[in-house]
């Protein structure tokens, strides 16, 4: 696939506002920063801070390189919340895949963790990034961490370096699974695993115009594998997702039935339960699950649309605890 690699904005210039707002309301949405010993900022959005669902929702805007929008809206009583997550992105592709994917593996000793946020797209270390024909050189790198520990200091500079930047230049935001913070920026990611079922589905991302999604916001668990399966579920069986796609009517049309986590052989359980039968082995789950539950495709050439999915009432009431 080619891609309009020119016709993409700056994620990393653009999330860096997005970070100074956050940063100056840091005490008013319970977070605590402060430098690592490499100079790295640090913002904790749920380990010794309390953070909380605003924190969540700005986290997750500045994960999409502030190409996105998330609010808090009602929920439906088929996804058994009160509040559903709404995200919209009308870049999706860059939005979603080049900044709020987390698509870069770090580790160091025991600590792992997966990175997004719009500082993917200066290391440009995963084969999606010359895929698409994109990098960027933004000034600041800004990584969203889903950890309930902040990464070591001999990893931050080996980031920095991927980066082409001082790692005073880095900033990274830590949001626990366990956390409300984590739970919304994780649920946020409605709309982006579609994207990435879409591109591994091998449909020309080209072709994807503009992006809509809502999840419930699941109840939040003390318990990592309890909060774990409870976010993911809320994608797998209550998100809703609508794509307007250019092109021809029928190829887009046909990309409907693809979509939905109910495609794969191994929908059917709690994600909990799935992980633990799998070995807690990631790689063991059919990677066409991580999907929403209900997909719209809407063709701009015809204006006509295809539903498929639906959302599972009865296994979100298992996950979330009925």
């Known amino acids: 696939m080619t891609a309009p690699a020119g016709h993409w904005p700056s994620v990393g210039a653009r999330a860096v506002p997005l970070l100074e707002r956050l940063v100056a309301d840091a005490e008013a949405l319970r977070l605590r920063l402060y430098r690592s010993p490499t100079g790295a900022l640090v913002v904790d959005a749920g380990i010794e801070a309390r953070g909380g669902l605003e924190a969540g929702r700005r986290i997750a805007e500045l994960c999409m390189g502030g190409l996105g929008v998330v609010r808090f809206a009602p929920g439906s009583p088929a996804t058994l919340?009160?509040?559903?997550?709404?995200?919209?992105?009308?870049?999706?592709?860059?939005?979603?895949l080049l900044a709020q994917y987390a698509g870069w593996s770090l580790s160091h000793g025991r600590w792992f963790a997966m990175a997004s946020g719009p500082g993917r797209a200066l290391a440009a270390r995963e084969p999606l990034f010359a895929e698409l024909g994109y990098r960027d050189h933004a000034t600041r790198g800004i990584f969203v961490l889903e950890t309930d520990r902040p990464p070591p200091d001999p990893l931050v500079a080996e980031v920095a370096a991927a980066c082409g930047l001082p790692p005073e230049a880095l900033a990274f935001v830590l949001t626990p699974t366990t956390s409300l913070a984590g739970s919304v920026q994780i649920v946020a990611r409605v709309l982006e695993v579609a994207l990435h079922k879409v591109h591994e589905l091998g449909f020309p991302l080209a072709r994807i115009v503009d992006g809509i999604g809502r999840a419930p916001l699941p109840p939040p668990s003390p318990d990592f594998l309890e909060a774990m399966g409870r976010t993911n579920d809320a994608i797998l069986f209550g998100g809703t997702v609508q794509l307007f796609v250019a092109?021809?009517?029928?190829?887009?049309?046909?990309?409907?039935?693809?979509?939905?986590?109910?495609?794969?052989?191994?929908?059917?359980?709690?994600?909990?339960?799935?992980?633990?039968?799998?070995?807690?082995?990631?790689?063991?789950?059919?990677?066409m699950l991580f999907s929403p539950a209900e997909v719209v495709v809407t063709s701009l050439e015809s204006g006509r649309s295809r539903r498929a999915g639906g959302v599972d009432p009865e296994l979100l009431a298992r996950s979330f605890g009925g």
């Open 247 to 287: 092109g021809p009517e029928e190829e887009a049309l046909a990309l409907a039935d693809r979509l939905p986590s109910s495609a794969s052989p191994d929908y059917g359980r709690p994600f909990r339960e799935l992980f633990e039968a799998a070995g807690r082995d990631f790689y063991r789950i059919d990677r």
């Open 81 to 96: 919340s009160p509040f559903s997550v709404c995200v919209h992105a009308s870049e999706p592709v860059s939005a979603c």
